[in-house]
């Protein structure tokens, strides 16, 4: 087996037991903030995969086709976003949301500079993020890390809502089918 593959199989593992705490616990942790901003990415597009996966019900030979193979159809981010609004997984709230976290994580996974999420351009970005006011309040009563919290917590609600909705339709062995609303606004 190449190198490469072994490695490519890390990122088709589940997650983990522990995943749900991931990001309550990357948010107020102590790791630097392109940690915070990767992993926290990471997690949403995770839910969006279990949406779109849902919905569609690939065989495991067609979800390495749409997500893992070299020239995936869904093999990124972008396009991961566009076919979850696409099915009517998310509406336009979340999508712009998705848009935000996308362009936040690829500036701290490629930029050569010290970043933070108090960079004025970062926060500028995610002052954009349409969070639900339960997630307000808390975001409210952190002093410094307003906007890591908010970015993380806009994270959260994709990877918790979309991840949920699947499990939830899975559980019913039912068809595939497109939700008849979507289930992030």
Not at 60 to 80: H, I, M, P, S
Not at 127 to 147: C, G, P, V, Y
Not at 154 to 164: K, M, P
Request: charged letters at 25%.
């Amino acid at each position: 087996m190449c190198w490469k593959s072994e490695l490519q199989k890390l990122t088709r593992k589940p997650p983990s037991s522990e995943v749900m705490r991931t990001i309550i616990d990357v948010m107020r942790g102590r790791a630097d903030d392109r940690s915070a901003a990767l992993t926290s990415a990471a997690l949403a597009d995770t839910g969006l995969m279990a949406g779109i996966t849902n919905v569609l019900r690939p065989t495991l030979d067609e979800v390495n086709e749409l997500f893992w193979n070299q020239n995936a159809k869904y093999g990124t981010f972008y396009k991961r976003i566009f076919k979850a609004a696409e099915l009517g997984l998310i509406g336009l709230d979340t999508e712009s949301n998705l848009e935000v976290i996308r362009n936040v994580r690829n500036v701290f996974a490629h930029s050569m500079i010290d970043l933070t999420f108090a960079t004025p351009e970062i926060s500028a970005a995610c002052d954009r993020l349409t969070i639900s006011n339960d997630a307000q309040f808390f975001i409210d009563q952190e002093n410094e890390r307003k906007t890591r919290y908010r970015y993380c917590y806009a994270c959260d609600a994709v990877f918790r809502g979309l991840l949920a909705y699947a499990s939830a339709q899975w559980l019913t062995f039912g068809p595939a089918q497109k939700p008849s609303q979507p289930i992030l606004p």
